[in-house]
């Protein structure tokens, strides 16, 4: 139904762990979800990649990465140095149309920021996105030098005529200087709209037994009920939460296109073994708390357009910001 792709001011900012937060969200509330991720690099055969640390968080595990290179390159570059062909956009867009036709939201990470090549010829994300239609989440960094970035990234989106689902902070720091306090509004004047979500620092490590103290959302959540804005990036597709945090949980996704991760000329195996949603059909299977705990966080940290509770004026509130 809906495709969803995510980039970011750069890489390292957090893509992945907000992709993470917007399937577990979209998984809890009963949609059928898929994450692809089109090319990854700088990770081998055997190591763990971007839709491992989704699995591991989310639960979700229909996931698909298109190709692998090793070199922690753009994937035009990997590609080229590894003598693998590049990544086919064409190819990606095909397969993710068909992913869309069986999967009620369709999330797109990609490699690094916007304009990041996959091939010689020049093509990148944004590209991808046009050619899906697909409405593009910014994930953005707090510290100085963000405006920049962000102000980079948000005109290269105009000139394509590519919609902003929202501006997401990657990474919040649990002590944030004068720096990040005060782009919290002028990120919010880029975007022309109030922050999508705020992730804490330490949000990856749900499922460590260490998670983050709720520095972001606690006395800033907007009830639960508010989550069914209109102008919502993810569509509010099944009711209630079936597979509430710690319930049981669905069985196997029926609906996949294809076969998941690793399946379709991928060198990755599916590494995510976890078991979750990976019963037999009609068993259910437990979600693990990791995923119980990183999905609290994400409906803390993310506003109602992406399925959350965030709530971006109280975020301010918190933080005795005025802008
Ligand atoms: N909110 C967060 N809490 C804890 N760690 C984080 C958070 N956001 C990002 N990180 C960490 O920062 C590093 C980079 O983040 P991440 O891998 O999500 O970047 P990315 O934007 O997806 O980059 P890429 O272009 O490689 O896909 C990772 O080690 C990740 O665990
Ligand atoms: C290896 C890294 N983690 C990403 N997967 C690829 C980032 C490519 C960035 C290219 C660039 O903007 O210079
Ligand atoms: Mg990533």
């Given amino acids: 139904m809906s495709v969803l792709v995510v980039t970011g001011t750069d890489t390292g900012v957090g893509k992945t762990i907000v992709t993470a937060a917007i399937a577990a969200l979209?998984?809890?509330?009963?949609?059928?979800v898929a994450v692809v991720k089109p090319a990854q690099t700088g990770v081998g055969p055997t190591e763990a990649g971007d839709l491992d640390e989704v699995r591991r968080l989310s639960g979700v595990t229909t996931t698909f990465e298109f190709a692998r290179f090793p070199d922690p390159l753009s994937p035009a570059a990997a590609a080229r140095v590894s003598g693998m062909p590049p990544v086919s956009l064409a190819s990606a867009a095909r397969r993710i149309e068909e992913l869309r036709e069986s999967n009620q939201l369709v999330l797109v990470e990609g490699a690094g920021g916007l304009l990041v090549r996959f091939d010689?010829?020049?093509?990148?994300?944004a590209d991808l996105a046009k050619r899906l239609g697909a409405q593009v989440l910014v994930v953005t960094r707090a510290a100085l030098?963000?405006?920049?970035?962000?102000?980079?990234?948000?005109?290269?989106?105009?000139?394509?005529?590519?919609?902003?689902?929202?501006?997401?902070?990657?990474?919040?720091?649990?002590?944030?200087?004068l720096a990040e306090?005060?782009?919290?509004?002028?990120l919010e004047m880029l975007a022309a709209r109030p922050l999508a979500g705020v992730?804490?620092?330490?949000?990856?490590?749900?499922?460590?037994?260490?998670l983050p103290a709720a520095?972001?959302?606690s006395g800033g959540a907007v009830p639960p009920d508010r989550a069914?804005?209109?102008?919502r990036a993810v569509p509010p597709d099944g009711a209630g939460s079936p597979h509430g945090a710690g319930s049981?949980?669905?069985?196997?996704?029926?609906?996949?296109?294809?076969?998941?991760?690793?399946?379709?000329?991928?060198?990755?195996?599916?590494s995510g073994g976890s078991g979750v949603g990976g019963g037999e059909s009609g068993a259910p299977v437990s979600r693990p708390a990791t995923c119980a705990d990183f999905t609290t966080l994400a409906r803390r940290s993310l506003a109602p357009s992406l399925g959350g509770v965030f709530d971006p004026a109280a975020f301010r509130r918190t933080l005795k910001l005025t802008g």
């Fill in 228 to 231: 069914g804005s209109p102008d």
């Fill in 120 to 125: 010689e010829d020049g093509a990148t994300l």
């Fill in 248 to 270: 049981p949980d669905r069985a196997g996704s029926p609906d996949k296109a294809g076969s998941p991760d690793g399946a379709a000329g991928s060198a990755v195996g599916a």
């Fill in 199 to 210: 992730l804490p620092a330490g949000a990856s490590r749900c499922g460590t037994g260490a």
């Fill in 26 to 32: 979209a998984y809890d509330r009963g949609s059928s």
């Fill in 145 to 177: 030098g963000t405006l920049n970035h962000t102000a980079l990234t948000l005109e290269a989106m105009a000139h394509r005529g590519l919609d902003l689902a929202g501006l997401v902070i990657g990474e919040w720091p649990v002590e944030p200087g």
């Fill in 181 to 186: 306090r005060c782009n919290v509004a002028d």
């Fill in 215 to 217: 520095t972001v959302g």
